[in-house]
């Protein structure tokens, strides 16, 4: 009877995840008809599933359990992805959401329905192997153990010589289980080595006694602005306050399309072909502002309580003068809120470099903007996410091409609050004379205008370009008489119009910082102040592991899918600065 009832647990568990399986089936048979890869798919498929089995007679009850916990909880991280993402979870996502697992207390409001339901399959495929039963006699015990680590050690070393490919449509349970043991093979070999200090020399700063600021948005895509776009949302930087002069650098690429990724490489200055190297040996943009004798403060405004974000940590904090969070701030006001804080900065004659992370229009974004921002309609339904940073379950959103008109509306909306009215904020209270600010945005977002359904709006395994689409600006208030050395930055924004990188951030503010910008390009490549020669595009397989090369999604500005006016009816008049102050929302 026990033997019944663990069999019919385990087949539950597998059924639940046998979407990808069928997917897997599909596309082998489909639009082309391939028997080789189809037997050689089934030999695999059938080679995880004795493995499952055979785990579950295992005679020895700490190791029958010792099983099932590693089988069935490293698939849950797997079975969560594929739900919520609709795909296949490739080895590089697993790893992204590795390293984003300090934002697991948050995530489970983003993905509740799905880890609930991967959870559910991970307890039934607990307690199918787990629970006793009878099956073959003890004699078969070390076949038993044998056959379910056969399996594990052989997908795993599938995996190692395809880069890291090779699971998709497998059980949710043995490809988990191979990425962990993947990702503990390369943390215990990898060669880890302290981080350089820094060596360059400081010249003279350009900026003379100024801050330098890099204001870093969250999922802003650049062409749903108005100073890239004629019907592009308001972003307060087309007729700023008199003094501030706005450099457009146009639609930029960033350096990948998920946030850990690009603020990691923001921070230590990795390059196109070095970028592992330089981001796990170099020294980050802190040490090189204390070196060259600014004071530095960090402004994360999503996270609170001191949670590390987009894998900071202790060591880095170390170089780090200052860290500002938001606790008591309502999430719908912590963007303005920055912007104040950072106009205090600037302000205080002091020499700073600053680095403000902001929430921008990261999912959800059904209540990041007040009413009185609610320009664009209809709109996804209100009230539900006040509290939720970026992440919050995906009711009221379906992923339907009738869901996404609402979601692009309330992005826009968003845009309007957490770039317009911030940038109004910021301009009308800050003094910029002798500082510069950089602003872009970690990547920019699918939102779906070329159609179709899903929920993955960046971070997907084959990307759109939209994904990798940003702003990318400077803001500097000109001097009368400025420095013979002082960047032109008007000349540097026409030259490096749509065809600028988030890669050219770092040697950029590095010569900001006062170091030899020779020495600096040697290391770091060329800054915006030099007419980029790489292509448009930015890196979608940046976890490049086990003989994988980085995967480049070019940007054809000519292809972009723009965002369709047919979205929205829109209320009379824009928002302008000092209007609609926001007081919360209905």
Known sequence: MLAKLKI???????LLGTAQTIARFESLVQPEFQPFGLAAYGVLLGVCLAGIFSA???????????????????????????????????YDAFISMVNASGSLHEAWGQYADAMMIGGVQG???????????????????????????????????????????????????????????LYGYERATEEIKPREPVRLSVVRPPNGDGDIVLLVDESISGHYLDINSPQGVRSGLMAPQSGVAVHNFGLAASISHCSAAVNYTLRHGGTRDAYRRINGTMPSIWAYAKKAGLETVYIDVPRTKRIF???????????????IEFDDVPVQRRDYAAA????????????????????????PIHDKYPDAYMRYKPVLPRGQFLHITDTGDREGFSGSQESWVLYRNAYRNTLLWNVGAFFDRLLGEADLTGSTIIYTSDHGQNLHERGGTGVVTHCSPDPQPEEGLVPLVVLESPSAAPRPDA??????????????SHFQIFPTVLAMMGYDPQQVQAIYGSDLRTRASAPLAFNYQFNARFGRTPRWREIDLDRIAHPPDSDFTASPARQSAGTARATGTK
């Not at 974000?309 to 860290?323: F, H, P």
């Not at 950072?342 to 999912?363: M, P, T, V, W």
Request: aromatic share 8%; proline share 4%; hydrophobic share 50%.
């Open 123 to 181: 307890l039934l495929l607990l307690l199918g192997i787990g629970l006793n039963g009878r099956g073959p006699a003890k004699a078969h015990g070390k076949k038993l153990i044998a056959v379910p680590l056969l399996a594990l050690f052989a997908l795993t070393g599938i995996l190692f010589m395809r880069g890291g490919d090779g699971a998709r449509g497998l059980p949710a349970s043995y490809a988990g289980a191979a990425y962990s043991l």
């Open 56 to 90: 579950a007679f295992i005679p020895v009850a700490t190791v029958r359990w010792a099983m099932a916990a590693a089988i069935s909880l490293a698939g849950i991280i797997v079975a969560t992805y594929e739900r919520t993402a609709g795909d296949h979870m490739p």
């Open 309 to 323: 974000n987009n894998l900071m940590d202790k060591n880095e904090l170390r170089d780090i003068d200052q860290w």
């Open 487 to 500: 960047p032109d930055w008007a000349v540097a924004a026409g030259q490096g119009r749509d065809r600028s």
């Open 8 to 14: 019919a647990l385990i087949s539950a568990a597998l």
């Open 340 to 363: 104040e804080t950072l106009a205090g900065f600037l302000n205080d004659g002091k020499r700073q470099f600053i680095y403000l992370q902001k929430i921008g229009a990261h999912f």
